[in-house]
């Protein structure tokens, strides 16, 4: 068993401003990068919103934050953790499929992952026109008529950002009105390759004999009517669910599955801190992910630094009348 003086399970903006600061403190973090180094914002393809950088690619700002960790004594481990151990208090037992580690606190930053449709033909599709990932999968739809569900801001800037390759983007919302901000949609109203279909939900992925995706069965909400559509591509962003089901029930989570914490970052369990989109709802940027890690990391510090002076009290031995 490896005994670490801080684990930080994720590797998104959260985890790498917690490594930095951690390591500047020189606790040597270990980060259990999971199975995408960098989480989402790695897989976004222009992050125009962090300040600093008028325009930066999530694969450049994710390896420059790494770098910028590891230059002050941060590990970065490309593992998944398994299980976590919680129960007994710090040191706190994190499992992952190569390595046991006993660690004196744990941050968790482990995110959040694109939320399903659960209809037919989604799961049977994925790598066959199925994407949650414009970024990733874009670049395989040149020149094809494709559809993107959900009308929040990242539906809106990836239906935008798609055109770049298909022929027609064709945006299916539940509602008729956007959820996303006004500035996209501005830009996605302009945008001739693209038109809407409201009030209306996909409920099956066609596919071809070869199991390639080649329509979509749409639900009409108001009308009840249900149409197909020719379709070589179907990218669903309808928002996240978070990572949380590792942690069974060592920490507090809320109804919808997302860490518990107080404004410090502390969750249920002394030691154990939580940030980014595992606990945040609302916010969901770099830059607040980002703040929210760098919070988490002092809270950590301060509670080991608490608890060292704590122990080394215990330590020492009892005074004598008369000192
Ligand atoms: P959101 O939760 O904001 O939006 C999800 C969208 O999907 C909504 O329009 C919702 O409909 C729809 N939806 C949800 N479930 C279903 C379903 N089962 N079937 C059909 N449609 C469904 O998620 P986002 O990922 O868009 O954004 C998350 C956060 O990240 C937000 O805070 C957003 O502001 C932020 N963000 C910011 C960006 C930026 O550039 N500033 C870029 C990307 C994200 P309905 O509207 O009816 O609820």
Redesign the pocket.
């Known amino acids: 068993m490896k005994r670490e003086r801080v684990i930080i399970i994720g590797s998104g903006p959260a985890g790498m401003a917690a490594a930095l600061y951690t390591a500047r403190a020189d606790l040597k973090p270990v980060v259990i990068v999971g199975n995408q180094l960098g989480g989402q914002a790695a897989i ?1 393809h222009e992050i ?2 962090y300040p600093g950088f008028k325009s930066i690619s999530g694969p450049e700002l994710i390896e420059n934050m790494k770098e910028h960790a590891e230059h002050f004594g941060a590990e970065f481990v490309f593992d998944m953790v398994e299980s976590v151990d919680f129960t007994s208090g710090s040191p706190f037992t994190v499992k992952t499929y190569q390595q046991t580690y006993l660690a004196d606190a744990v941050i968790v930053t482990i995110g959040a992952d694109p ?1 399903k ?2 209809i037919p033909g989604e799961k049977e599709g994925i790598g066959k026109g199925v994407s949650y990932c414009g970024t990733c999968d874009g670049f395989f739809f040149r020149g094809k008529d494709i559809v993107v ?9 990836e239906a935008i950002f798609l055109t770049r390759f298909a022929k027609s983007v064709t945006l299916v ?3 008729d009105t ?4 006004v500035p ?1 949609q501005k830009r996605f109203f302009e945008n001739e390759k693209i038109r809407t279909i409201w009030n209306s ?2 409920e099956e992925i066609g596919k071809d004999a070869a199991g390639i995706v080649n329509s979509v069965r749409l639900k009409h909400l108001v009308t009840g009517e249900v149409t197909t559509m020719p379709t070589e591509g179907v990218f669903v ?4 669910d978070p990572n949380s089901p590792v942690f069974g029930d060592q920490i507090a989570l809320n109804d919808d599955g997302y860490v518990i914490t107080d404004a410090r970052y502390h969750t249920s369990v002394e030691g154990v801190f939580a940030a980014g989109e595992i606990q945040d709802q ?4 770099v830059a607040t992910s980002v703040g929210q890690g760098t919070g988490a990391a002092m809270s950590a510090i301060h509670w080991l630094d608490e608890r060292a002076d704590a122990l080394q009290k215990l330590d020492a031995p009892a005074a004598v009348a008369g000192d």
């Open positions: 976004t125009e919103n939320r449709l659960n569900v959900g009308g929040g801001d990242t539906a809106v800037s919302h539940r509602r956007l959820r996303a901000g996209l939900t996909v962003f309808i928002g996240h609302l916010w969901r940027q």
